[in-house]
């Protein structure tokens, strides 16, 4: 009977070369990747293999498939799964990257920030206005704008640090520190002006504090996670 169990990701705009690593460390000890799973990939028990672990990102017109992943056929991946735009390949240790120079790797991080981005703005746009209208009505369409609001920005949050992260390394690809660090930054620096509005803002409405209230967990909470995931699998590391 074929056995399989669960991995956590740390998310792949954040840290795909660690993800990579250790689906390789599982290969090694016969634990195979079959596909992704919600914020992880479902592995399966098989023969330890050295294989290699890598994604792109494409978006793929009807018809497209076939050929896109025989060219990467033809060159040593082999496809594994595929999540939206994101394919996951895997090759024998030694296969000749993916992405083997530059300009290719910053082909594939402007194709994930681009794809990201059209899905960032229009939630990003819609979530500000609920806000902005939460702020200025009163009474029964302030509570049902606050709802919506908030709601939204469960979404929208999440979504606006990936894309700062994409564009994190699209351009430490493209060799712009100054860009790479502020977009690394900006979660960091909304979380500082969150924390001073909210100690010295006491005549702020409450859609306001709400705001910050959710900006403060949006940064602070998804940060002592992936702390922690990331000590987890580098102590786990150390044990295989």
């Known amino acids: 009977m074929m056995q399989t169990k669960y991995i956590t990701s740390g998310g792949l705009a954040f840290s795909e070369k660690k993800d990579m ?11 195979h990747v079959k596909g992704f799973k919600f914020m992880g990939y479902i592995l399966e028990k098989g023969e330890s293999t050295d294989y290699i672990y890598s994604v792109d990102c494409r978006s793929l017109k009807e018809g497209e ?22 394919h996951l390949f895997r090759a024998k240790s030694g296969t000749k990257p993916i992405y083997s120079d530059r300009d290719t790797l910053i082909e594939k991080y402007a194709n994930l920030s681009g794809s990201m981005k059209g899905l960032a703005i229009p939630i990003v746009f819609i979530t500000t206005l609920a ?5 200025v009505s009163s009474g029964t369409w302030q509570s049902v704008l606050l709802v ?7 979404i929208a949050i999440p979504v606006a640090w990936t894309v700062c992260a994409t564009y ?24 500082f002006l969150a924390v001073i ?14 705001l910050v209230y959710m900006v403060i967990g949006a940064v602070a909470v998804p940060s002592v996670i992936w702390g922690s995931m990331s000590l987890y699998h580098k102590l786990n590391g150390k044990k295989e």
């Open 197 to 210: 509005l909210l100690v010295f803002g006491n005549g702020l409405g409450s859609p306001v504090h709400v």
């Open 65 to 86: 498939e076939e050929e896109y992943f025989d060219f990467f056929s033809s060159a040593g991946w082999l496809h594994i799964a595929s999540e939206g735009n994101i």
């Open 168 to 191: 994190n390394n699209k351009w430490k690809a493209k060799e712009k520190k100054g860009l790479a660090n502020l977009a690394t930054t900006l979660p960091f620096f909304l979380l």
């Open 148 to 154: 919506i609001a908030v709601i939204l920005s469960v």
């Open 21 to 31: 690593e250790k689906l390789r460390r599982f290969s090694l000890n016969g634990w």
């Open 131 to 135: 806000w902005m209208g939460a702020m």
